[in-house]
T-cell receptor, first 120, second 114 residues
């Protein structure tokens, strides 16, 4: 049963501390996405990678957020220093995105269960 | 700039009735649309999708309708069941960009009452 695995599921930390969230994408998927769920914005795209290379991280606050993919089985999202406004649920998703001209089933993304972050 | 909008934050229907969830978009380059369902403490799961070359796609109790001229899509659930109670997200992609990037709406919370 292939699935995206995220750790930790819950994280409570104090303002100013470093937070690292981890994601194991589905084996064989070539694209990994990081989202943040907020009440007002719904699912916001923070960053994504294709074949481990960053494609777009324009959704992230650059001064404190960083995303990396050290190998094909691990993606990380780091916040340093964390702030109370970073409290949210962070989702990782993966997909096998083919370079087709038209949208299609290859655009389906598979989500992990999320990391609920609380910054006090 | 919200390119995909779900204007109804919540919807409540009686079991057995039809649920209609709506979604509007502004980018005419979007050519593939998806609906995801999300239960509490879980990640969103893919439900149904539609390509811009179609105006309807059906999968069991779920049907998605696309009106390109109005830039509007809707998800119909018939008959609604209590297990359908969840948050539903509409998403859109621009296939020609070759990114696989999805733009999500804010979500609509559906409650199906027994």
């Amino acid at each position: 049963d292939a699935r995206v695995t995220q750790t930790p599921r819950h994280k409570v930390t104090e303002m100013g501390q470093e937070v690292t969230m981890r994601c194991q994408p589905i084996l064989g998927h070539n694209t990994v996405f990081w989202y943040r769920q907020t009440m007002m914005q719904g699912l916001e795209l923070l960053a994504y990678f294709r074949n481990r290379a960053p494609l777009d991280d324009s959704g992230m606050p650059k001064d404190r957020f960083s995303a990396e993919m050290p190998d094909a089985t691990l993606a990380t999202l780091k916040i340093q220093p964390s702030e109370p406004r970073d409290s949210a649920v962070y989702f990782c998703a993966s997909g096998l995105i083919t370079l087709m001209g038209a949208g299609g089933p290859e655009n389906i993304q598979y989500f992990g269960a999320g990391t609920r972050l609380s910054v006090l | 700039d919200q390119q995909v909008k779900q204007n109804s934050p919540s919807l409540s229907v009686q079991e057995g009735r039809i649920s209609i969830l709506n979604c509007d978009y502004t980018n005419s380059m979007f050519d593939y649309f998806l609906w995801y369902k999300k239960y509490p403490a879980e990640g969103p799961t893919f439900l149904i999708s539609i390509s811009s070359i179609k105006d309807k796609n059906e999968d069991g109790r779920f049907t998605v309708f696309l009106n390109k001229s109005a830039k509007h899509l809707s998800l119909h659930i018939v008959p609604s069941q209590p297990g359908d109670s969840a948050v539903y997200f509409c998403a859109a992609s621009e296939g020609s960009s070759n990114t696989g990037k999805l733009i999500f709406g804010q979500g609509t919370t559906l409650q199906v009452k027994p």
